[in-house]
């Protein structure tokens, strides 16, 4: 409609600093970390359930 503006765009956030090399590092391997002891917590409950009987 030629009555209406467009809205102005919201400001783009401040990009976040990057971090150090290091400590990027460390939180992608305690990320890897917490999925293999979440995976393995399932495998145990799952042969828990299974090998119950003996």
Known sequence: ????????????????APAEPEVECALQIRRIGDKLNFRQKILNLISKFFHSGT
């Not at 409609?1 to 976040?16: C, D, I, L």
């Open 1 to 16: 409609m030629p009555g209406k503006r467009a809205r102005k765009s919201a400001q783009p956030s401040p990009a976040r």
